[in-house]
């Protein structure tokens, strides 16, 4: 998908029709599946179980306390699957386009740097877990739980050191609110009808988990 603005209303989309209900999750993966290519930021399938450990002790518990906890970890993974999507499909800079053209040269430029920033301190996490990995790989040494403090503690301060870094960077560039950006998109017409599918997908989400509840006059989840 190449229009980031569709892009981003379809990840919201999906998103709330895979927590809403679980035919919307299913619904959700299959649009995930057909129209999105079945890509993913995900390397492998353990990165896809560690992710999931979380999620799972969670639904284990829901099912302990008499709750439907299948279904809880069948629309996280429905979420998660979609967002894994939207990070593969990203470009450098979306996140200011998309600003820019929502909310202006003020507001939308200040929120979509924030964005950028925050994307690209994740890919820096990415590839320092990467480095870690591979040297810990090349010394025969298993990561071990009295290793993980140790190993995310350094990640951390580097993270922060980086973001002062920037911060200062941005000051002496004069920078202290918005700023000139031109924004350009390309929307090929795949992308309207893919953006299409996700919203009957949402408003069948909404049907299929009773998201009105008319008779009642109430609104609920």
């Known amino acids: 998908m190449q229009d980031p603005r569709i892009r981003l209303v379809t990840t919201i989309l999906l998103s709330a029709a895979?927590?809403?209900?679980?035919p919307g999750a299913v619904l959700s993966v299959l649009w995930w599946l057909i129209c999105g290519k079945a890509r993913t930021s995900i390397r492998s399938i353990r990165s896809f179980f560690i992710i999931l450990i979380v999620p799972g002790l969670m639904g284990l518990a829901a099912v302990w306390s008499g709750e439907d906890g299948l279904s809880y970890v069948v629309r996280i993974m429905a979420v998660l699957i979609i967002a894994s999507w939207m990070y593969a499909e990203r470009y450098p800079g979306?996140?200011?386009d998309v600003g820019v053209w929502f909310l202006g040269t003020?507001?939308?430029?200040?929120?979509?740097?924030?964005?950028?920033l925050s994307m690209s301190s994740l890919d820096t996490l990415a590839r320092e877990t990467d480095r870690i990995s591979v040297a810990l790989r090349q010394k025969g040494t298993p990561l071990s739980l009295r290793m993980i403090p140790a190993v995310f503690s350094g990640i951390l301060i580097r993270q922060l050191n980086l973001a002062h870094e920037r911060a200062i960077l941005l000051t002496l560039r004069g920078y202290t609110r918005g700023g000139m950006h031109c924004p350009s998109f390309s929307s090929p017409g795949i992308d309207r009808i893919n953006g299409a599918f996700s919203c009957t997908i949402f408003l069948l989400s909404l049907i299929a988990g009773d998201f009105f509840n008319i008779a009642g006059s109430t609104f609920i989840v």
């Open 18 to 22: 895979a927590w809403i209900s679980l």
């Open 94 to 96: 979306e996140l200011l």
């Open 106 to 116: 003020k507001t939308g430029f200040d929120l979509g740097l924030i964005g950028e």
